[in-house]
C-alpha cells in the first residue's frame, strides 16, 4: 500500500511516500527564517508552509517515483502544533484526498514519533515500552497493540528537548540547542557541575526539567565568562548527563514494572548520542532489547506521519474530510 505522508506541525515542511515499511522519499525542508529569532515565530511557518507544501510533496513524488494516481492514502499531522502550520498540511490533503477519491487519516504528531521506530523495520512490532522525547513533549508511553496507548507518565513542565535549547540558549549557543550541546559534550566531563536529577526517586513516571534549566541559570550566574568559555564542554557534559539519566532509569523502570521486553526511543531528543548509548547499556543489565529510529527519522519528518497512517487506514480508522487542527491534541485511540 503506497502512503503520502505529510507534515507541517511546527517549522518543517515535510512530504514522504511509503510502501508498507518502505520509505520510498522523505523530503525535509527546515526553515530557516527561524534562525534570526532563537525559535519558531507561528506566522512565519504558517506561509513558509503555504510557499513550500506544493514544491515539497512534487519532490516526494519525484524521488518515489510515484504519480498520484498510484497513491492509495494520505496521511497528515492535525495536532498537536502550531494552529496556522498544522492547517496548511490538512488542507493541501484533504484537496488531494477529495480529488483522488482515496481514503485520508489525521495523524496525531506524537503517534508519528512512535510510528518512526517502524520504518524499515519489518520485524518491530508491539509491545514496547515507548519514550517520547522531543522539543514539545517528554513522555512514557505504553504502546500495548498498533494504535493502542496508554500514557503512564510525562512532564510536568519543561519538555527535555525545551530543556536543552533554553539551557544551549544561556549559553548563547544556536538554536535548536540539543544538537550543539550533545556535540560539544563529547569532551567535556560529566561530573564537572552537579546538576539535579528532578523526581528519582518518587515512585512515578513522569517528568521535570524546569528546575534542571533553573540550576544551570543559578551556576552559570556565579562563574564569570573566561570560566564558561574555558569550562563550556564540561557544563554541556554535565547538563546533559543529569537530563538523559533520568529518561534511562524511569523508562527501564516502566518496562520492569508493566513487564515489557522491548523499549523504544522516538522524537528528536532520541537523536542524542548518549541517551542513545546509556539506554542500550543499563537495558542490557535487564535483558530489555532496545529500539531507536535511524537518525534521519528522530527530528519532524512525515515518513513517519505515513507510517501512522498506513496503520490507519489499514484498519478503518480514516478520518472524514471535516477534520479540523488541534493544537493542544493528545495521544489517545
Ligand atoms: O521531534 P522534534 O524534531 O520536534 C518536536 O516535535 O518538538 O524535536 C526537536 C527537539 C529540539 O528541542 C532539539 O534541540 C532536540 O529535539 N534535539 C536534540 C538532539 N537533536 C535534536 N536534543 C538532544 N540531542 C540531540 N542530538
Ligand atoms: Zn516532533
Known amino acids: 500500500m503506497k502512503i503520502l505522508g505529510i507534515e507541517t506541525s511546527c517549522d518543517e515542511t515535510s512530504a514522504a511516500v511509503l510502501s508498507g515499511d518502505e520509505v520510498l522519499s522523505n523530503v525535509i525542508s527546515s526553515q530557516a527564517v527561524h ?20 514544491p515539497i510533496v512534487d519532490e516526494a513524488m519525484k524521488n518515489a517515483e510515484t504519480n498520484f494516481s498510484q497513491i492509495e492514502g494520505i496521511a497528515v ?4 502544533g502550531l494552529v496556522g502550520a498544522l492547517l496548511v498540511g490538512i488542507n493541501y490533503a484533504k484537496g488531494l484526498a477529495m480529488v483522488l477519491k482515496k481514503p485520508f487519516a489525521g495523524i496525531n504528531h506524537i503517534e508519528g514519533h512512535i510510528y518512526s521506530n517502524f520504518l524499515g523495520k519489518s520485524n518491530f512490532a508491539p509491545p514496547f ?16 497493540d498498533h494504535l493502542k496507548y496508554r500514557v503512564m507518565g510525562k512532564t510536568r513542565d519543561d519538555a527535555v528537548g525545551e530543556a536543552f535549547d533554553k539551557v544551549a540558549k544561556l549559553l548563547n549557543l544556536p538554536y535548536p540547542g540539543g544538537p550543539e550541546i550533545d556535540n560539544l559534550a563529547k569532551n567535556g566531563n560529566v561530573t564537572f557541575v ?4 528532578a523526581l528519582m526517586k ?37 547538563f546533559q548527563q543529569a ?44 535483558n530489555l532489547s532496545v529500539n531507536f529510529p535511524a537518525l534521519k527519522y528522530c527530528t519532524d519528518n512525515a515518513a513517519m506521519i505515513a507510517r501512522a497512517g498506513l496503520e490507519r487506514i489499514k484498519q478503518g480508522y480514516g478520518s472524514t ?11 489517545g485511540r
Open 194 to 197: 552537579k546538576f539535579p536529577r
Open 77 to 80: 499531522t492535525y495536532g498537536p
Open 129 to 144: 515500552i515507548c519514550l517520547v522525547v522531543s522539543g514539545g513533549h517528554t513522555m512514557i508511553v505504553l504502546v500495548e
Open 35 to 54: 534562525l534570526q529569532f532563537g525559535g519558531v515565530v507561528p506566522e512565519l511557518a504558517s506561509r513558509a508552509h503555504v510557499r513550500k507544501i506544493v
Open 202 to 238: 518518587e515512585k512515578s513516571f513522569d517528568f521535570s526539567y524546569s528546575g534542571l534549566k533553573t540550576a544551570v541559570l543559578n551556576y552559570l550566574k556565579k562563574i564569570t565568562g573566561h570560566e564558561l568559555k574555558e569550562n563550556l564542554s564540561n557544563i554541556c557534559a554535565s
Open 321 to 331: 474530510l471535516d477534520l479540523n487542527a488541534y493544537p493542544s491534541l493528545q495521544l
Open 243 to 286: 537530563a538523559v539519566e533520568v529518561l534511562v532509569y524511569k523508562t527501564i523502570e516502566a518496562a520492569r514494572t508493566y513487564q515489557m521486553r522491548q523499549i523504544a526511543v522516538c522524537g528528536g531528543v532520541a537523536a542524542n548520542s548518549l541517551l542513545r548509548t546509556l539506554m542500550k547499556d543499563e537495558a542490557a543489565k535487564f
